[in-house]
């Protein structure tokens, strides 16, 4: 049976020090770290943190998860390729989105980000959200025929959201994980009390 590497690390919280946070985290032995635009975009980081990424992501994944903003305005549309752009200058793989894609025009800006990102050699992974849970198959199928798109699996989202529309099975974030369709391509490890998302550690709730 061949074995599968996986790299464990952290993300950037907005309000701390994230430079900090970084040298920690590698300090401790994580080998992977997400810049998380929470609240806040590329120019936000000062250049020494930007390089301090650079430097260390050959012996670091680095990732990217975009701001939490809906993807039908072209204003927005310009934030997320600034957020690209800043991944391919710290020479981040993945590239993961957490839109809501109600509209078609978010469609088609989906298609421009993810062009993009293949011109730059990242990977874009969509996340099932709240938002999206119910339908994320539909969603993900039209994005699916592009190499470079995967899933990012967030397993507190999972827990809280349903798996469709019509299911009436209590919720599960084991059952939701082997309903998806396409390529798991990042985790987003937390737990919860079933009900809220808690972002708590991943022994504590009601995951098992």
Same mark, same amino acid.
């Given at each position: ?35 998380? @635009? *929470?609240?806040?975009? !590329?120019?936000? /980081? ?20 975009? !701001? ?6 072209? #204003?927005?549309?310009? #934030? ?14 993945? @590239? ?8 078609? #025009? ?10 993009? =990102?293949?011109? /730059?050699?990242? #990977?874009?992974?969509?996340?099932? +959200? @709240?938002?999206?849970?119910?339908? /994320?198959?539909?969603? /993900? $199928?039209?994005? $699916?025929?592009? $190499? ?9 989202? =999972?827990?809280?959201? !349903?798996?469709?529309? =019509? ?28 009900? +809220?998302?808690?972002?708590? !550690?991943?022994? *504590?709730?009601?995951?098992?």
């Amino acid at each position: 049976m061949s074995r599968v590497h996986i790299s464990i690390g952290f993300q950037t919280v907005n309000g701390l020090d994230n430079e900090k946070l970084f040298r920690d985290s590698i300090e401790i032995g994580a080998t992977a770290f997400e810049v998380f @635009f *929470d609240g806040f975009l !590329p120019n936000t /980081f000062s250049q020494d943190f930007k390089k301090l990424l650079i430097r260390s992501s050959e012996e670091v994944i680095l990732t990217v998860h975009s !701001p939490i903003i809906s993807l039908v305005t072209t #204003k927005n549309k310009d #934030k997320m390729l600034s957020c690209l752009k800043f991944a391919k200058e710290i020479n981040a793989k993945l @590239f993961t989105i957490h839109g809501d894609f109600k509209a078609r #025009k978010a469609f088609s800006n989906m298609k421009e980000i993810i062009k993009n =990102a293949l011109d /730059f050699d990242i #990977k874009i992974c969509l996340e099932n +959200t @709240f938002i999206t849970s119910n339908r /994320f198959n539909e969603i /993900f $199928a039209h994005f $699916a025929n592009n $190499a470079n798109v995967g899933i990012t699996f967030d397993m507190g989202h =999972a827990q809280i959201a !349903p798996i469709s529309l =019509a299911s009436s099975e209590k919720k599960n974030a084991i059952r939701y994980l082997s309903s998806l369709d396409g390529q798991i391509l990042e985790l987003h490890a937390h737990n919860n009390n079933g009900l +809220t998302d808690d972002h708590l !550690p991943v022994r *504590d709730g009601v995951i098992s």
